[in-house]
């Protein structure tokens, strides 16, 4: 049996009360997707369609069917483990030892990933190294989808055409279809304002809606010939847990969780419509707030990515570089979190009645997350 996929989850912020009693953090709510996507690959698939054939050929026909659909069950990929951590980036500041893991999973937050705050930087500075990491591959949700985007020398900024909110849809590229379960559009929450403005070199384009260009992107993987997976099991991480953005939080989470699934995730097939550094104060912009919005100014400055060191994608001694694949939206996100935060922005100001009721009138939506969660996790096996 190959061993347990060991994702970091490196939690960004703190969620609101209400989801905070359900879930404990924002690694609980990525817990409850992650199960529900690995158990959705580990599914047997469906049996044959029933014979249509005359009587006198129904016994053959149903022991034919016993029969492949006994084969169907021999196909069946075996339930896939998953060992979850959860690292409190925000105050704690703690990060993963990546030699232990196979993958870091950035969480989305109420500030910007344009700010330089000392923890944004040292985020940025972690996703580099594990981007130029031999076996640790990166995914990125909504702020992490920018902080990613940061980290390969992408601009960060916020967007003129305003927020997304609440269940919306965006067209998938070529390649988004290939990756997520060949649809040709899907619909999750967002949550956002600020946009990575440009796709980094050497990434590709996952989708794209009205309001932003770069709803995804997938640096592909450029690894050695011998499996990621199991290359380092011993050793741990340090210390982490809890939440981000004010914090609290725990000491280290780190078990082996069974397959499971998450209540009020619903999907949806339905069409659509058609960073570096910034100048900005050194007290953190939250995105969330009703901070200056003025304060959108960013340059891009000389960053180094995966692709900078050679053509083939290895360094001076022939290490390949690893991998991501972001989306900007919210997978992990469901009608009774997004319905808080919600509300609790229209109190704030933050959100005006118009865009408010409007958001809230698409909350209960269905969605895509676990399409989007289950793409992220062959991402992940895909050695």
């Known amino acids: 049996m190959a061993p347990p996929l060991r994702i970091a989850i490196l939690e960004c912020d703190t969620p609101l009360e209400g989801t905070r009693a359900k879930y404990g953090s924002y690694g609980g709510v990525f817990r409850s997707l992650l199960l529900s996507a690995a158990s959705s690959l580990s599914a047997p698939p469906p049996p044959p369609p029933l014979s249509t054939s005359a009587n006198n050929n129904t016994n053959n026909n149903n022991n034919n069917n016993k029969n492949n659909h006994n084969d169907k069950k021999s196909e069946t990929p075996p339930p896939l483990e998953l060992d979850l951590t959860t690292y409190d980036v925000v105050t704690k500041q703690t990060y993963p030892d990546l030699s232990t893991i196979d993958a870091i999973l950035l969480t989305g937050s109420r500030y910007s990933a344009f700010d330089n705050d000392p923890w944004i930087l040292a985020l940025v500075k972690h996703v580099q190294a594990a981007l130029f990491h031999q076996h640790v591959r990166v995914l990125g949700i909504c702020f992490g989808h920018q902080i990613v985007g940061r980290a390969l020398g992408a601009k960060v900024a916020r967007s003129p055409l305003g927020w997304e909110a609440s269940v919306l849809p ?38 794209e809606s009205e309001r932003c260009a770069t709803q995804g992107m997938l640096l592909r993987p450029r690894m050695n010939s011998h499996s990621r997976r199991g290359s380092s099991r011993e050793g741990g991480g340090d210390g982490g847990g809890g939440g981000g953005g004010g914090g609290g939080g725990g000491g280290s ?93 229209h109190a704030q100001g933050i959100f005006d009645d118009a865009t408010f009721e409007d958001a809230m009138r698409r909350v209960g939506l269905d969605h895509d997350g676990v399409v989007v969660a289950r793409g992220f996790l062959r991402f992940l096996l895909d050695d």
């Open 253 to 345: 989470v780190a078990s082996t969780v069974p397959i499971g699934s998450v209540g009020d995730t619903k999907s949806s097939a339905a069409p659509a419509p058609a960073t570096a550094p910034a100048t900005v104060p050194a007290t953190a912009t939250k995105e969330g707030a009703a901070a200056d919005t003025n304060n959108t100014d960013t340059k891009t400055t000389e960053t180094k990515t995966p692709d900078d060191d050679d053509n083939d994608g290895g360094d001076e001694n022939g290490v390949k570089k690893s991998g991501c694949i972001t989306v900007q939206g919210h997978p992990e996100f469901n009608e009774g979190i997004v319905r808080e935060l919600l509300q609790s922005r």
């Open 170 to 207: 965006f067209r998938l590229s070529s390649l988004g279809r290939e990756i997520f379960d060949g649809r040709s559009h899907l619909s999750l929450h967002q949550m956002h304002r600020d946009i990575v403005v440009e796709y980094p070199p050497g990434v590709e384009p996952l989708g």
